[in-house]
Nanobody
Framework: VQLVESGGGWVQPGGSLRLSCAAS????????MSWARQAPGKGLEWVSA???????YIANAVKGRFTMSRDGHKNAIYLTMNSLRPEDTAVYYC???????????RGQGTQVTVSS
């Protein structure tokens, strides 16, 4: 299983970023895909998910500002982040169960910094 994130960076409050995650090594269509983040000094927070059955999850903290999408042709997921706030600053991880219930795989993470 390989998950490679890209698209992080620095942005001013109110700005936007789009994260991408390229997945390989497993059956993408049968797998749950997620975004999680970890802010400095805090634990891992699940941000958004799209499950193999099409159901979705979005954290209340980002609802209305972040949108997750999934491209089965490219084996990729995306996280479009709008109206970014300083509290969104974190390392963002792409994660998957790789099609195996209970399993968890994570990419290396991409840093998102929101500051003026």
């Amino acid at each position: 299983v390989q998950l490679v994130e890209s698209g992080g960076g620095w942005v001013q409050p109110g700005g936007s970023l789009r994260l991408s995650c390229a997945a390989s090594g497993f059956t993408f269509s049968r797998s749950a895909m997620s975004w999680a983040r970890q802010a400095p000094g805090k634990g891992l927070e699940w941000v958004s998910a799209i499950y193999a059955d099409g159901s979705t999850y979005i954290a209340n903290a980002v609802k209305g500002r972040f949108t997750m999408s999934r491209d089965g042709h490219k084996n990729a997921i995306y996280l479009t982040m709008n109206s970014l706030r300083p509290e969104d600053t974190a390392v963002y991880y792409c994660a998957s169960d790789g099609g195996v219930q209970g399993a968890e795989y994570r990419g290396q993470g991409t840093q998102v910094t929101v500051s003026s």
